[in-house]
């Protein structure tokens, strides 16, 4: 298998054939802000935060083959800016109140967020409406904080083998939906065993009966910034 | 940090807020002392005073959720020069904001009227009370906001943190374990 | 309907669609025009019959504007609400439909008659208002026309029995030149490619003088290649990849065993202002298909697919009769023209309402049967395409250029343009302009030159290729089309003295935040906040802080959406802040920042409710 370089904010990242930016500088213990990406999945590319500079030109990194010799900008103004306010999209885009959401403190949406400084939301929010599904007897799906990163879908399809998750609609009407005619998730066979249930990067799919199980300052962001610790395994209870 | 000549006039409101951002700036505790060598407090739960002239950072706590909450944001807007959003409330609206889904009459109608164990209930009309707005909003999203601190509240740590980046004339910034949301 | 038919309906169209789920637009389209919509019931069927989890099948029917998964009426009407219909004041006549019809706009009739709403720029720009009824154009609407239709709605007569001048659509073809002068014998081109014999350089240059197929003797499909390549003949959808390399590339990808090359004709004519591939199918449906089998003739293609936009379902049964004939004349299906190993057919595929489905990639998506969602790229289409095997993606027009090519020779076509864009190019003209309509014109014509023969005065402004292109003030109209001047898919409207151009963008904005996939983030999001920001000016609520915020929005749009479409979100805004600040600043009516909403105007509930109109129940706008 064949090797290069490229540098990576000035610093010589080695990479094999094959590798995406993002598996590169990973490997070398470099973090780039993501949401979508997960090093167990097929890149999605979607959620743009971890837009670089490959030679000048903005691409995503989780889905950009590293090439030897690049120069890749990550770690600048400009770029963190750019990245600032994609998550301000985000949350305005769905529900986001972080004190009565079980996920804080493990959210990597939240800890991202804290990364990059965000201080406000910045944007008007869209205030959408968004009814929870709490007919599962043991999850619970609150889709105010989706932000259609397509981790629970890819999970389910290409680990679980079951397809429990899907995105409808288009554009700013895109949300989650799950396999059942009814449209609720206790008419699924999802099940608490599926890698699924333990991927939302957010607090969209959440065991019932187990929130705020962590005191604040023992959860996972509370220890160390995302930067630090991009894909903790969050223990449950 | 050299105490200036003339001390900075600050302050202080909540407005749909819980006032828990006001505690959580007491719980600076002994910098108060430190604080007051910089600064004097106008119109603020602290001292009472009921409306505010013109200051150099009014500290607003509380999002916006009826019409009363826009005229005091408004006399703060008008007479500081250096507006700060304190809390989630103020940031994104907060928990008050939890009930923008759903319509605002409905609310009146299930509170006042049709809530189990009312009889012969009524909608407040009162003049003297505030309407409520039919959603509650952050504070950006009605004035120009200069500065946000979040978090619920932030900590004792993370306001003086941010007041003093301000009077010290730096960009306020909130590193990590300084910066929550919660 | 009772569930029992709609199931036996729904397998009816499965078994015509070998219960193929790479088919699921298809069969999901014929669903919706038999059944009104597509029923819970529906997708049960669907689901077992296909054997597809229902989250895929209610992923795809979500995605596209023309599927229904909730009943929308018998009849569903759609306005075009392109700017140029617009301009012709197609809202008081949907007013007035709607006001007719007792429904509220983007509502259903309570007795479940009929349905109201917009749609993007349908494709009748030169003959507007425009309209869909039940997919089905509707041209030149004025207001005995909406009066009669809405007699029609009320009286429940059929689509099919009403007055078939209603559903005429002109070609209006105003200037032609050699692409549209050039009448084709079915079949002379791909007879004279055939004959081709490439010279030894072509032979020895091309790293296959043969293709799968054919008996190795065949030279004709290098020489084609050579001819493509000397006639410098560029992409017509607006991109301008040379055609000849991306035939090359395509024939050189190889193949992975079960596989086969695809050509692929876009004709998703979805760009607002863009009409010129509707009047080629219409005129000259014969060399599109010609085209599309000397493509693939060249490239070692089997199997062809015409992806025809959903808006244009009047054609289908014309062009399914011309590849018919085709076929009875020996010039698709197998040994083409008597040539063994010469075998290629073309299916037509419908969109269903679905801009970003002209981006190629989400084309392909979507001739696959799922939504139609751009690709990471690379890999491209042309070794990575339609069921992972190499495609070629050419437009319409692309392939009415190619027949010529074929017939007329590279060198010949080469001459005519200019150096960089050699040949012609169809524009399609609208607005204000005495003439609307096709104009064939070589490369290098200036807009000038253009305004003049269709009757254009006191003209302010141009936008050229559609909501994506770039929009030209007075003072630019002595530039040239062409790729190294103004590059076009081919849209032209016109706007005088008297438009607002910030309206203009307005209207392009909101365009983008509907036809958004909603893929990425900057561009779900973010057209949808441009959108409220340019709503926001044009409610008076606009102050120079909103001016900064739509131009940071554009640069962070430019900067990380996922494709084309995010990318050119921004021209519309950008291009007319440059060139028509007056128009924005029009619209800032505040010094200070104020907020998106009326701050009055959400008390109203409460005042409602209190039945207070004091002096406090209010907020004025400023204090």
Not at chain 1, 11 to 24: C, L, R, V, W
Not at chain 3, 299 to 324: C, H, I, K, S, T
Not at chain 3, 379 to 398: A, I, K, R
């Amino acid at each position: 298998m064949s090797e290069g370089n490229f540098t990576l904010d000035g610093e010589d990242i080695p990479f094999q054939e094959g590798q995406t930016i993002m598996q590169a500088a990973m490997a070398a213990g470099k973090y780039i802000p993501h949401l979508c990406y997960h090093p167990e999945f097929k890149p999605h590319g979607s959620c743009k935060l971890c837009t670089v500079r490959v030679n000048g030109r903005a691409t995503a990194s989780c889905t950009q083959r590293a090439a030897s010799g690049a120069v890749v900008e990550s770690n600048t103004h400009a770029i963190n800016d750019e990245r600032r306010a994609l998550l301000q999209m985000l949350f305005v885009e769905g529900n986001h109140f972080c004190p009565s959401c079980e996920k804080s403190g493990n959210c990597q949406l939240q800890a991202t967020a804290y990364e990059l400084g965000m201080m406000s939301p910045h944007y008007d929010h869209f205030f959408p409406n968004r009814p929870v599904d709490a007919s599962h007897p043991e999850y619970l799906l609150d889709f105010n904080r989706c932000i259609l990163c397509s981790l629970c879908i890819r999970a389910s399809r290409d680990v679980d083998g079951k397809n429990v998750f899907a995105l409808s609609g288009r554009g700013i009407k895109t949300r989650l939906i799950v396999n059942a005619k009814s449209g609720r998730l206790a008419d699924t066979n999802f099940s608490e065993a599926d890698k699924a249930a333990h991927v939302c990067p957010v607090g969209v799919i959440l065991k019932k009966r187990k929130g705020f199980a962590q005191p604040i300052g023992g959860r996972t962001f509370d220890l160390n910034p995302i930067s630090a610790t991009p894909h903790p395994t969050i223990k449950e209870g | 940090m050299d105490a200036p000549t003339k001390k900075l006039k600050v302050a202080t409101t909540s407005l749909a807020g819980c006032f828990g951002c006001h505690m959580s700036f007491l719980d600076i505790d002994e910098r108060l002392f430190a604080l007051l060598d910089l600064v004097e407090f106008d119109r603020s739960p602290i001292t009472d005073i009921k409306h505010c002239g013109p200051c150099d950072i009014g500290i607003v706590e509380g999002g916006l959720c009826n019409a009363e909450n826009v005229h005091v944001l408004r006399e703060f807007r008008a007479n500081c020069r250096i507006l700060i959003a304190i809390g989630a409330c103020a940031v994104n609206g907060g928990l008050p904001a939890q009930r923008n889904s759903l319509s605002l009459p409905a609310i009146l109608e299930e509170i006042y009227h049709a809530q189990h164990g009312l009889t012969h209930g009524s909608i407040p009309d009162d003049p003297e009370l505030p309407l409520p707005l039919d959603k509650v909003h952050p504070l950006h999203e009605v004035v120009k906001v200069d500065y946000f601190i979040p978090g619920c509240p932030p900590s004792g740590d993370a306001i003086w943190k941010v007041l003093t980046d301000l009077l010290a004339g730096r960009e306020p910034e909130l590193g990590h374990g300084l910066i929550h949301y919660d | 309907m009772s569930t029992q038919n709609t199931s036996d309906t729904v397998t009816a169209i499965l078994v015509r669609h070998q219960r193929d789920a790479t088919r699921l637009v298809q069969i999901l389209r014929e669903i919706q025009e038999q059944e009104d919509w597509i029923s819970p019931e529906a997708i049960d069927t669907l689901e077992q019959e296909l054997a597809v989890p229902r989250t895929k099948i209610e992923a795809v029917a979500g995605f596209y504007s023309f599927f229904y998964t909730r009943p929308k009426g018998r009849y569903r009407v759609l306005f075009s609400n392109n700017i140029t219909d617009r301009m012709l004041r197609n809202i008081p006549l949907m007013e007035r439909l709607c006001a007719s019809l007792w429904v509220e706009r983007g509502k259903v009739s309570e007795d479940g008659l009929v349905s109201i709403s917009t749609t993007s720029c349908t494709g009748m720009c030169d003959q507007g208002p425009a309209i869909l009824v039940n997919n089905m154009a509707i041209t030149r609407l004025d207001e005995a026309r909406v009066d009669a239709i809405a007699e029609l709605i009320r009286a429940q007569v059929p689509l099919a029995d009403w007055p078939p001048e209603f559903f005429h659509v002109e070609d209006n073809i105003r200037r032609s030149d050699i692409l549209l002068d050039t009448v084709l014998e079915p079949g002379d081109a791909l007879r004279t490619a055939l004959a081709r014999q490439p010279n030894e350089s072509v032979a020895a240059s091309s790293s296959r003088s043969w293709r799968e197929g054919l008996p190795g003797t065949e030279g004709g499909p290098a020489a084609m290649l050579d001819e493509m390549m000397r006639s410098r003949l560029r992409g017509r959808g607006g991109a301008g990849f040379a055609t000849g390399l991306k035939w090359e590339a395509c024939r050189n990808a190889p193949l992975k065993p079960g596989q086969q090359r695809i050509i692929v004709c876009n004709a998703d004519e979805g760009e607002p202002g863009t009409f010129k591939d509707r009047v080629l199918l219409t005129r000259r449906a014969d060399q599109v298909f010609e085209g599309m089998t000397v493509a693939a003739y060249t490239v070692g293609a089997q199997r062809g697919f015409l992806y025809l936009r959903g808006e244009y379902r009047y054609l289908l049964d014309p062009l399914n009769a011309v590849l018919a004939r085709r076929r009875e004349e020996g010039l698709l299906g197998s040994n083409i023209l008597g040539v063994p190993g010469l075998d290629f057919d073309i299916e037509i595929h419908l969109g269903a309402g679905a801009y970003v489905c002209g981006e190629e990639s989400a084309l392909i998506e979507s001739l696959e049967g799922k939504r139609g969602t751009p690709r990471n790229r690379p890999p491209f289409p042309v070794t990575n395409g339609y069921l992972d095997q190499p495609t070629v993606v050419n437009n319409v027009e692309t392939f009415v250029a190619a027949a010529l090519i074929a017939l007329k020779g590279g060198d010949w076509y080469g001459t005519m343009g200019t150096s960089k864009s050699s040949g012609t190019k169809l524009l399609s003209v609208s607005g204000d302009c005495a003439r609307p309509g096709i104009y064939e014109y070589p490369f290098g014509v200036t807009v000038a030159r253009v305004l003049e023969d269709c009757g254009a005065e006191h003209t302010q402004a141009v936008q050229i290729s559609g909501a994506s292109g770039v929009c030209l003030a007075s003072s630019e109209f002595g530039r040239h089309i062409g790729f190294e001047d103004i590059p076009t898919a081919g849209a032209f409207m016109v706007f005088n003295k008297s438009r607002d151009m910030f309206e203009v963008a307005r209207n392009f904005i909101h365009f983008f935040a509907h036809e958004s996939c909603g893929f990425c983030t900057p561009c779900r999001v973010g057209t949808t906040l441009l959108k409220n920001m340019m709503d926001k000016l044009a409610h008076g609520r606009g102050s120079l802080y909103d001016f900064g915020e739509i131009e940071k929005l554009n640069q962070i749009l430019l900067a990380t959406s996922h494709c084309g479409l995010g990318h050119s979100a921004c021209n519309p805004v950008l291009d007319t802040i440059e060139k028509f600040r007056p128009a924005y600043e029009r619209h800032l009516l505040h010094d200070q920042f104020v907020p998106a909403f009326d701050l009055d105007r959400a008390l109203a509930g409460a005042r409602q409710m209190t039945g207070r109109d004091d002096d406090a129940a209010h907020i004025g706008d400023m204090e």
